[in-house]
């Protein structure tokens, strides 16, 4: 389908709307970053917008876009129940969702069985620490500084980094935050009242951290020597992104509660879940089934989305491809990094979960803004401006990885030219 291009006066209508009904302060943001056009179509990793640009999504939408948009099969399976019933009644029992909640206990890790289904990661989250609390009967959670955990309260108190805390406080009592990647801190942080530790496989918008290989299966036997629960977050890193369909899979970590959203949807619908044990979930739901609810949540559309984006993660083998898609990546960032080796301090990540650590975030920011002008979407790290991520669709091919690298490598030398450096 062709885009009938829009000229400058329609683009600026709908900035204008965002200025004055939206967030103008947003909108300048929007419009210092590169993005000041509208989006107006996508498909796979490409993204068209109003005035006829063809952009490379590297930020898949923070990784909502797996599967690239508008996949087929998802599109097909939300089409064939939006005919049919979109929204439940919230009465009788809805089929999407049982087979949606029956795949994720087939392939989640451990003895993960339940799920709790809602439209958000932070809700997921919100959820995580409801049940987590009621089926230990303790208040208090360790969680990471740096971690990421949504804008909700309980997602907020969970996320380590004050500068989107502080405005909102007093937030929810009994949060403690440790060193991520800190063994002695999580053992020491713990007491009678813990009820979990909080903690994302690989931190996401901290600055795409990668703990050190044994970090998770020590949290893991810090918890069980205290009778705490792992809540793993894997909103960000789960299905498929870094190369396993759940990133604890890396470390055979088996967690007592795990949170997804993001590309659970399958790029086509906002959903959330938590997932439990089935001990969890006893002590949780079996007084009161209705002890937490979402009148959205597990909703038709979105579980079809959601059954139909594992099918295809998993027959699309996308996991391996992610893993092969992101060496060819990471080492393609890495021999820029050879070039600047002053501006660029690291490249990291596992799977299609890159990060680019900068030494000065004005370096970052202009990089952004100077991809985004050669046809490729970043973005930095909502807790570490420093790092810029690449978390592109899981079908990104070879020659697009390499456009990506061509876009940063220009990029880089471009800023470090405007900044003097
Ligand atoms: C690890 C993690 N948890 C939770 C969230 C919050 O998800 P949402 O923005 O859907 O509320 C995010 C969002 O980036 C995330 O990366």
């Known amino acids: 389908m062709a885009i009938i291009l829009w000229n400058d006066a329609q683009i600026n209508a709908v900035i204008e709307n965002y200025q004055i009904y939206v967030n103008p302060w947003l909108a300048s943001l929007m419009k210092f970053g590169g993005f000041g056009d509208v989006e107006m179509e996508a498909e796979g990793c490409i993204v068209r917008t109003a005035s006829g640009e063809e952009y490379l999504d590297c930020l898949g939408g923070y990784g909502v876009f797996s599967l690239g948009h508008r996949h087929p099969k998802v599109i097909e399976a939300v089409k064939n129940q939006l005919n049919r019933m979109p929204l439940s009644s919230r009465t009788f029992f809805s ?12 392939l989640a890790p451990g003895d993960l069985q339940y799920s709790f289904f809602c439209n958000s990661g932070t809700e997921a989250i919100e959820g995580a620490i ?13 969680c990471m500084v740096g971690g990421f955990h949504g804008k909700s ?21 009994g949060f403690t935050h440790i060193s991520f990647n800190d063994v002695k801190e999580a053992a020491a942080a713990m007491d009678d009242r813990t009820a979990g530790i909080i903690v994302e496989p690989i931190q996401g918008e901290g600055g795409i951290r990668v703990p ?7 949290l893991r036997e810090i918890c069980d020597n205290c009778g705490a629960l792992l809540i793993v977050d894997e909103v960000q890193t789960g299905l498929g992104r870094t190369g396993k369909l759940f990133a604890v899979e890396h470390r055979s ?6 949170t997804l959203a993001k590309a659970l949807g399958g790029g086509v619908m906002p ?10 979930w006893e002590r949780a739901f079996s007084e009161n089934p209705l002890i937490h609810t979402s009148t959205f949540g597990g909703n038709p559309l979105a579980c079809s989305a959601g059954l139909a984006a594992l099918n295809v993660t998993i027959e699309e083998k ?20 050879t070039t600047h080796p002053d501006a660029l301090v690291e490249v990291r990540g596992m799977g299609l979960m890159v990060g680019a650590e900068f030494a000065v975030k004005d370096v970052a920011e202009l990089c952004i803004n100077g991809m985004a002008r050669r046809g490729v979407i970043a973005a930095y790290t909502l807790n570490n401006p420093k790092v810029i991520r690449f978390e ?3 079908i990104i091919t070879a020659d697009q990885v390499d456009r990506v690298v061509s876009a940063f490598s220009e990029s880089v030398a471009e800023a470090k030219e405007m900044l003097g450096l």
């Open 153 to 173: 309260m309980g997602g907020l108190s969970a996320t380590g980094r004050d500068q989107y805390k502080t405005a909102f406080e007093p937030l929810v009592p």
């Open 212 to 218: 050190s290989p044994d970090y998770l299966p020590a």
């Open 253 to 258: 970590v088996k967690p007592d509660m795990m």
């Open 130 to 142: 409801k049940i987590a609390r009621i089926a230990t009967g303790k208040t208090n959670f360790i």
């Open 95 to 106: 089929q999407p969702q049982a087979e949606l909640a029956a795949r994720l206990a087939e």
């Open 271 to 280: 959903i959330g879940a938590v997932m439990g044990t089935p001990a969890i």
């Open 318 to 337: 996308l996991p391996v491809r992610a893993a092969e898609m992101g060496d060819r990546l990471m080492k393609g960032l890495r021999q820029v990094q």
């Open 392 to 394: 592109p669709p899981l």
